[in-house]
């Protein structure tokens, strides 16, 4: 018998648990620790097999080590990349991705170092072509959230800590990078439901998310003739250590209940968007955004 706590994927042989609601539970730290959430977010959909879709390409993610970064992971790796995880601090999640990439026969750099800063970008990029000798992917994945009910409850600190992390990240990695991108290449950029809805809750990580749309879509213009293609994902409600992070522990009981399918999404359901944007299966897709998000209606 089914758990009415639980939503189901999977065949009728092979059906695995999705959990759409959570115990309380709060980190006081950003980034967040996976290894400490509760359930685990699902990074690994058993029945996704890899058809070498990115076979021996060099794929570049950042935040690869926990939440959608770890699900792009070990989704390319199923499809043949090598990869290259750029983190902030958390060793242990980090590990574990590494070992779940390793696991699938592919390599995994792990690489930690602030981002907001552009020698480390310049290091990242440097060590890639060292080890492999090109870039072929390069996944924009790093974020942080802080909740403030007032807007004037914003501090300065948090305003460039916000935009430092979000985008400008975005733009010095990217800009570092993108010399070593030739035709074929991809960028895909993490952006957020947030940046068409407006959280009233999250302004200045809204104002971060929205442009990266804006960056996706001039970036996409600018590299066009080169062959290289720019796309974004718009995330909804994800199970992801960024939750616990920066929610209070009472909301998170109730974490994605808002979306017409009723609850939050997991890693593991945006990874093959991912794999589409980086692959050749995404040849005549640039400059969009895709969103996924549980069945929000949103303008783009």
Not at 11 to 19: A, D, H, N, Q, R
Not at 258 to 276: C, F, H, T
Request: hydrophobic letters at 35%; proline letters at 6%.
């Amino acid at each position: 018998m089914k758990n009415p706590k639980y939503s189901y994927y999977g065949t009728e042989k092979k059906c695995e648990e999705v959990p759409i609601a959570f115990p309380p539970q709060q980190q006081y730290r950003q980034p967040g620790l996976e290894h400490l959430m509760v359930p685990r977010p699902i990074y690994d959909n058993p029945n996704y097999k890899g058809t070498g879709k990115l076979k021996d390409r060099v794929a570049i993610i950042t935040g690869g080590d926990s939440g959608i970064g770890r699900a792009a992971a070990v989704a390319f790796a199923k499809e043949g990349a090598n990869i290259i995880i750029a983190y902030l601090d958390e060793h242990k999640d980090a590990n574990e991705t590494k070992a779940a990439v390793e696991k699938l026969g592919r390599p995994c750099v792990l690489i930690p170092g602030d981002l907001r800063k552009k020698e480390q970008c310049e290091y990242v990029v440097q060590t890639a072509i060292k080890i492999f000798g090109k870039i072929d992917v390069l996944i924009n994945n790093i974020g942080v959230q802080f909740i403030k009910k007032q807007f004037v409850d914003i501090t300065d600190e948090q305003l460039t800590n916000t935009f430092d992390t979000n985008i400008m990240s975005f733009f010095l990695l990217t800009k570092i990078a993108l010399p070593y991108m030739k035709n074929g290449s991809s960028i895909v950029n993490t952006t957020s439901v947030a940046a068409y809805i407006g959280h009233k809750h999250l302004i200045d990580y809204s104002a971060t998310k929205g442009a990266i749309v804006s960056f996706t879509r001039a970036l996409a213009n600018n590299v066009v003739e080169k062959g290289i293609r720019v796309n974004a994902v718009a995330p909804g409600p994800i199970w992801t250590p960024l939750q616990p992070a920066s929610q209070h522990s009472e909301d998170i009981k109730t974490f994605g209940s808002d979306v017409p399918m009723k609850r939050a999404g997991q890693p593991y359901e945006l990874a093959p968007v991912y794999v589409l944007l980086a692959s050749d299966d995404g040849s005549y897709i640039t400059g969009q955004t895709i969103h996924v998000n549980g069945g929000m209606m949103v303008t783009t």
